[in-house]
């Protein structure tokens, strides 16, 4: 069976919950996961899918505050034992009004991620300029996840070392923009996710998105590109475990 590792999901059911999804992934030959925080509530998600122990499925955690945790009151992070800091970042699609506080906790968080020497997961929305800016001043290395910006930023953000994932999106029939981009990665900097439970992927659009339809994703993907799914599936799991530092 092709093997696939979904490099962003997000678990905010019960712990049962999640065993269902995660075992639906392994049935699908979603072998690795990257469990993605952000919140309180996501970022207890990350440790039930840690906690479900399903056969043949490898979880990654990653814990962080993202973009709309400004002014709240942030519990402790434990960073033992977890793979990445995110996920992090900038959006003003949103909330341009909270841009100084984003900035100063995007900040905060690649330091956290540079002490401990480990790659970040990035979330980047109508904020090109001001997450260049902070890269370039707080040199890190990782993801840019769920990519939707453009062309000419995605080769910024190349030049700059990090990997680029695709999401359910670049399936959207709207998203030329994406599919672009995703078309200009090279092989080597390619990543898959699913976002979930957010943004299901054609024919699926509609549903609770989760780690199995990463699948429908790699499908479009390899399609789009010319490549075998087999071999899309090897390289993007490839380059996840280079960017985690696994063999």
Sequence with gaps: MTEFFDTHA???GSL?????????????GVTRIMAVGGSDSLNNGVNLAAQ?????LKIWKCLGWDRDQVGKFLSPINYDGISAV???????????ETRKAQLDLFAAQLDVAQAGNLP??????????DTLGVLKEIPSRGIIHCFTESVGFCRKLLDLGFMISISGIVTFRAADNVRAAALSVPDDRLLIETDSPFLAPAPLRGKVNEPSFVVNT????AELRGISLEDLAATTTQNALNVLGEK
């Design 218 to 221: 790699a499908k479009f993907l």
């Design 16 to 28: 049962e919950e999640t065993r269902s999804v995660l075992s639906r992934a392994a049935s699908a």
């Design 52 to 56: 479900a122990g399903v056969p043949g």
């Design 120 to 129: 970040v997961v990035i979330h980047t929305r109508d904020a090109d300029d």
């Design 86 to 96: 995110g996920e992090i970042g900038l959006d003003y699609h949103y909330s341009p």
């Design 10 to 12: 997000h678990f905010e």
